[in-house]
């Protein structure tokens, strides 16, 4: 299996207790594939995809990538999260480059760093500051960044949370455009059903208090998936079906907060 989690449980402290966020978290991933997690806010989607990244170490379990334990962040996984967080300060080119120029020359980091913006479709846009670029353009400065480093693994932390909805909806096919092209193993947080469905080879559709998995749903559509609405439809039906015990649950959180607040 390329990507094993096993047994993986995590607790944070809170107010002198501990608190447990993951619970008995099993998923093997095969190389290449597209993944979703999916669920409700506080169902620990964004802590799996630490403790991937070797961000977070679990309280207890064990992770492997390729039959090697990981234990700390690496070069093998690259991360992407909802922010671009590119250096204002550096050209578009200058942030692709800046990780690479740990590991190889600046010929070599630069040439790499064309090649990845050119797979973005950001090549005209090389030596523009980051401000002049719009959120969607940003975020695949980031793609480029994380993939300019060749990882096996990549990342991605609700990349398209914070736009509008035209610009989440071309960067889907920009996305999925590169990852056919790489064939890198994708690892995707999300809280949009219809993004998951479009995206995924599988869906890991998580409870929470404490988060867990409910269902791991493989989605059985051909691409482009917008040519198969109907399907798309009866998966999302079962998801919603699948969460609203979850979400109500959230809900009824929220309410008890407010009110002894």
Request: aromatic share 6%; charged share 25%; hydrophobic share 40%.
């Amino acid at each position: 299996m390329f990507l094993s989690i096993n047994n993986v449980q995590k607790s944070f402290p809170n107010q002198g207790k501990t608190e447990q966020v993951l619970r008995d978290i099993n998923l093997n991933i095969e190389k290449g594939e597209f993944v979703s997690l999916l669920g409700p806010s506080g169902c620990g989607k964004s802590t799996v995809l630490n403790i991937i990244a070797g961000l977070l170490r679990p309280s207890e379990g064990e992770l492997y990538l390729d039959n090697q334990q990981i234990t700390k962040p690496g070069n093998d996984r690259g991360m992407v999260f909802q922010q671009a967080a590119l250096f204002p300060w550096l050209s578009v080119e200058e942030n692709v480059m800046f990780p690479l120029k740990k590991v190889m020359k600046k010929k070599e980091a630069r040439e790499t760093a064309q090649k990845y913006l050119q797979l973005v479709q950001l090549s005209a846009y090389a030596n523009h500051s980051p401000h002049e670029l719009s959120g969607g353009m940003q975020q695949r400065v980031a793609i480029a960044r994380a993939l300019a480093m060749n990882p096996r693994v990549l990342l991605m932390d609700e990349p398209f949370g914070a736009l509008d909805e035209q610009t989440r909806i071309r960067l889907h096919d920009e996305l999925e455009r590169i990852w056919v092209e790489t064939k890198k193993t994708i690892i995707f947080v999300t809280h949009s059903i219809q993004e998951a469905i479009k995206l995924s080879d599988r869906i890991i559709v998580m409870g929470t208090q404490p988060g867990r998995i409910l269902q791991d749903i493989p989605i059985d559509i051909e691409r482009p998936r917008e040519k198969h609405l109907q399907q798309m439809a009866h998966y999302e039906e079962q998801i919603m079906k699948l969460l609203k015990n979850e979400i109500d649950k959230v809900a009824e959180e929220e309410l008890k907060y407010a009110v002894s607040n």
